[in-house]
């Protein structure tokens, strides 16, 4: 037994160190030519499904990419449940539902008509007319901010179209099952299926309130960093297990279980560990998407996906830049939100997949669809960089010039209370003095503390608190760090304090700097790291004592 799980697993990783090795070779490449990585990535993929790349692993190639396809996408739908937000869809409410359900109807409509006229039917032509609608809300986040405008209205805009994408995809993923393949067999299965699909959800929100949040304070107060990520990583891993038990995909599982962590007061830890890996999630899954296109399908139906991809980018494009100029956005921000929403995304390849899988699509239209996909999502950081230039032009036209607002699409509360803050690193004494002294100045904070039981008291409190790790630059960009005035490490330890500054200084060179050390040698290690303000515990308990004893004689220091 133990040697033929050996023969299953070795492929894989044969396979895995193979696709990133090509992956660095092709990133440095592409880096110099300032191209997309996302585009190499896949491309990277197709040449080693069709170059005989694959071929020494033998019958067990097919198997080895199948699981790393498969593996791929149940690692980024997990760190896309985690950066789900109740919170950004209660503050993006009316252009969650507005837009999002505008722009869901009408793009699967007119993908259900462009499938009709290539001779597509039934269940199959609603399927493809909904993950044509879906678009890709990881490479369009990423793109956002690689361009430096992760909170500009356009963005806001492709987040809430997205977040109501995401919640769609849940009720269609349920229902797939009975739609096609065997299972579908009139409405009493998708009725069925509903059942079962509410009582997973109902699972899932039972324990994000009332088991998890217990489990993951448990766990945070033993201060074991390995026992915590391993605890989240096993919550995605029962949870995903749990949907495929219920007869629901390994995907949905994982983006569920995301999900049941993100409402958590832990969720900025479990993203600071996970979001290092992120990238690496996105470049398995680009690469696993490349491993499935059959090139030489893909030459014999090339104008069909020639026209497929033309028509994705077009439409979908079209109308998110439709809807968000109805919404009241500049043409330039509209532009940019359809850019970002133009492609097919994960979640369409992961509903294609499933119906495939379910004996719904046949390989060769399911070989049409994905290339389609693929190329389509590996266009959107291109189309996004040319909509800006493209807008200045239309924007001398008074048709296209916008004069409303919609004060959902401007940062949101949260980042507009996270401007010109301070960010103290450790809620001791000398944290908790500070942070009252700056509420009374009503000076905007951000705390970020590993006590679990002090983040969980501020949080009560409705202090702006992140229980994360304060060296980690993963951290610095959730305190909004760019946007702060100054950072403040209020525990003495100079090793950990400059290395938070130094991931601070990363994202904001600007940055004031204030740190403590007990010794000497501390303060000379914080002088060497350029710390601006620098409070040595000696010196200070020192002049303090001093000015005590001598007010024993009525001397004035």
Not at 6 to 12: C, G, I, L, T
Not at 268 to 289: G, I, R, W, Y
Request: proline share 3%; glycine share 10%; with cysteine.
């Amino acid at each position: 037994m133990i040697v033929a799980a050996a023969d299953h697993v070795a492929p894989v990783v044969a396979l895995l160190g193979m696709v990133l090795g090509s992956v660095i070779v092709v990133s440095l490449l592409l880096v110099k030519a300032r191209q997309s990585l996302l585009v190499g990535y896949f491309i990277c993929g197709v040449v080693l499904a069709n170059t005989g790349a694959t071929g020494w692993l033998g019958d067990s190639a097919d198997e080895a990419i199948s699981i790393l396809s498969e593996l791929g996408v149940v690692l980024l739908m997990f760190t896309l449940g985690i950066e789900f937000s109740l919170r950004e869809l209660m503050h993006l409410k009316k252009v969650v539902l507005g837009g999002g359900g505008a722009q869901m109807f009408l793009t699967t409509v007119v993908g259900m008509l462009v499938g009709w006229s290539f001779g597509l039917t039934g269940p199959v032509l609603l399927v493809v007319g909904f993950a044509m609608a879906l678009s890709s809300t990881a490479v369009s986040i990423k793109s956002f901010q690689d361009m430096g405008q992760p909170d500009s209205p356009g963005s806001r805009m492709a987040l809430g179209v997205a977040i109501f994408q995401d919640l769609a995809v849940i009720f269609f993923m349920v229902v797939l099952p009975s739609l096609v393949g065997d299972g579908a067999d009139g409405m009493g299965p998708v009725f069925f299926a509903l059942g079962k699909g509410v009582l997973f959800l109902g699972l899932c929100w039972f324990l994000s309130v009332y088991v998890v949040p217990h489990l993951l304070h448990a766990v945070a107060t033993s201060r074991s960093r390995e026992l915590f990520t391993v605890t989240v990583v096993g919550l995605c891993a029962i949870i995903a297990w749990g949907a495929n038990w219920f007869g629901l995909s390994l995907a949905l599982g994982a983006f569920a279980g995301g999900l049941v962590v993100s409402e958590s007061i832990y969720s900025h830890k479990v993203l600071a560990d996970v979001l290092p890996f992120k990238d690496l999630f996105l470049t398995v899954f680009f690469v696993s998407v490349g491993l499935l296109i059959d090139l030489e399908a893909v030459w014999q139906s090339a104008w069909v996906i020639g026209l497929g991809v033309l028509a994705i980018l077009s439409i979908k494009g079209l109308i998110v830049a439709a809807i968000a100029k109805r919404m009241g956005l500049r043409l330039r921000q509209g532009l940019i939100a359809g850019a970002a929403l133009s492609s097919s995304g994960e979640f369409s390849l992961v509903l294609l997949n499933r119906a495939a899988d379910l004996g719904g699509l046949s390989p060769e239209i399911g070989q049409v669809l994905l290339a389609s996909t693929a190329i389509s999502m590996s266009l959107v950081p291109t189309l996004m960089r040319g909509s800006l230039p493209f807008s200045r032009m239309l924007e001398k036209w008074p048709l296209f010039q916008s004069h409303g607002k919609n004060d959902e699409l401007r940062d949101g509360a949260q980042v507009a209370a996270l401007r010109d803050h301070v960010v103290i690193c450790g809620y001791g004494p000398v944290g908790q003095a500070l942070h009252e002294e700056m509420g009374r100045l009503s000076v905007p904070v951000v705390v970020i503390e590993m006590n679990a039981s002090t983040v969980r008291d501020l949080h009560k409190r409705g202090v702006q608190v992140l229980f994360a790790d304060a060296t980690s630059s993963q951290t610095m960009e959730l305190a909004r760090i760019k946007e702060a005035r100054a950072l403040a490490f209020t525990f003495p330890e100079p090793k950990l304090a400059l290395e938070g500054i130094r991931a601070a200084r990363t994202l904001n060179p600007e940055i004031v700097t204030f740190a403590r050390a007990k010794f000497a040698n501390g303060v000379e290690m914080l002088q060497k790291g350029g710390v601006h303000h620098i409070f040595h515990d000696e010196v200070t308990s020192g002049r303090a004592m001093v000015s005590a004893v001598l007010g024993c004689y009525s001397v004035k220091e």
